[in-house]
T-cell receptor
Framework: KAGVTQTPRYLIKTRGQQVTLSCSPI?????VSWYQQTPGQGLQFLFE???????NKGNFPGRFSGRQFSNSRSEMNVSTLELGDSALYLC???????????FGPGTRLTVL | AQKITQTQPGMFVQEKEAVTLDCTYD???????LFWYKQPSSGEMIFLIY??????QNATEGRYSLNFQKARKSANLVISASQLGDSAMYFC??????????????FGQGTTLQVKP
């Protein structure tokens, strides 16, 4: 079975731009969660989707949004980028809410 | 509120020796799960081991074991016979269960482990 894939792997943007990151879960997995990892704040939960519905949202501003499609693929969008949005964005998939998350390789976003 | 604390920012261990990485947690939910992940420099999070709050026995997975002390709210990871490839960042994480119905994980700050040859 193919693992979780994330595209793109690396991204450089400038302040004020917007960005869309994609996550393809393991086949058959319906739950996708997103995390932001920075040296200062560590790993923080962004949001969680299950069967196209957002089930949970972390403490992030409205500039961060996401969605999940009928094939369970998920995208997250960050609008009006700020320097502090530079981070490794990780997504994890699981069959449902139980079990451990299978993480993808991450997208490293740099905002200049 | 749930919280995970890892008090060791960095650890060194000699190759082939055992090492314990500390993790304490705080939650008011009687049903929860505890996880350990390894993150090499490449960035990908690799699942190592899981312990459920109602599990009577400590979890083991190959060279990894979890020393679960519920009363002390600790879930330390023990790596036996360390290998050079074990050098990485290690994260302890918790998911509240019960009626939460969520896959959301709360992570600790991580411990960087360096294995010396």
């Amino acid at each position: 079975k193919a693992g979780v894939t994330q595209t793109p792997r690396y991204l450089i943007k400038t302040r004020g731009q917007q960005v869309t990151l994609s996550c393809s879960p393991i086949s058959g997995h319906r739950s996708v969660s997103w995390y932001q990892q920075t040296p200062g704040q560590g790993l923080q939960f962004l949001f969680e989707y299950f069967s196209e519905t957002q089930r949970n949202k972390g403490n992030f501003p409205g500039r961060f949004s996401g969605r999940q499609f009928s094939n369970s693929r998920s995208e997250m969008n960050v609008s009006t980028l700020e320097l502090g949005d530079s981070a490794l964005y990780l997504c994890a998939s699981s069959p449902d809410f139980s079990g451990h998350g299978n993480f993808g390789p991450g997208t490293r976003l740099t905002v200049l | 509120a749930q919280k995970i604390t890892q008090t060791q920012p960095g650890m060194f261990v000699q190759e082939k020796e055992a090492v314990t990485l500390d993790c304490t947690y705080d939650t008011s939910d009687p049903s929860y799960g505890l996880f350990w992940y390894k993150q090499p420099s490449s960035g990908e999070m690799i699942f190592l081991i899981y312990q459920g709050s109602y599990d009577q026995q400590n979890a083991t997975e190959g060279r990894y074991s979890l020393n679960f002390q519920k009363a002390r709210k600790s879930a330390n990871l023990v790596i036996s016979a360390s290998q050079l490839g074990d050098s990485a960042m290690y994260f302890c994480a918790m998911r509240e269960g019960g009626s939460s119905n969520t896959g959301k994980l709360i992570f600790g700050q991580g411990t960087t482990l360096q294995v010396k040859p």
